[in-house]
């Protein structure tokens, strides 16, 4: 049961990153270049945050939900350095942003995008980290 739901997020992953980035492309104008390497850092952002969101609900409960929430989505967006470069943010956001996967995707997309891919190892182990412990 554990690899059907293990393939199924690396599917779903695939797909919804790819499609992302092709839609925000086509209908937005947004990312001229690079489209291969935003689809593929999309995919595995999509499939580590599904992955530990499902490791966490499974070890947790009900509570997992809640954890995931709080961790990815209250903490892990604002932390992110998306709007802000994660050296303007105070001190715990700037702890936390780049070991939770909202925050190593916005820095291996800037890399990306902006710097030639430099630095990229980094936030690449954290969601692959993220996508292991799920």
């Known amino acids: 049961m554990r690899n059907v739901i293990v393939n199924a997020a690396a599917g779903f992953g695939l797909v919804a ?3 992302s980035v092709i839609l925000l492309r086509a209908f ?11 689809c593929a850092i999309a995919a595995l952002t999509i499939f580590a945050s ?10 947790a409960g009900a ?17 992110s350095g998306g709007p802000f ?6 001190g715990l956001w700037r702890t936390i942003g780049g070991v939770l996967p909202p925050g190593a ?19 690449i182990l954290v969601l692959v980290g993220w996508a292991a412990f799920g």
């Open 63 to 79: 509570a997992g939900t809640g954890l995931v929430i709080l961790l990815f989505v209250i903490l892990g967006n604002a932390a």
């Open 28 to 38: 937005f104008g947004v990312f001229a270049g690079h489209v291969v390497a935003l």
């Open 17 to 19: 990153g790819i499609l």
């Open 50 to 59: 599904g992955a530990a969101t499902a490791g966490i609900q499974a070890a």
């Open 85 to 90: 470069a994660r050296p303007l943010l105070p």
């Open 105 to 123: 995707s916005v820095d291996v997309s800037r890399a990306a995008l902006f710097f030639d891919g430099a630095r990229i190892a980094g936030p």
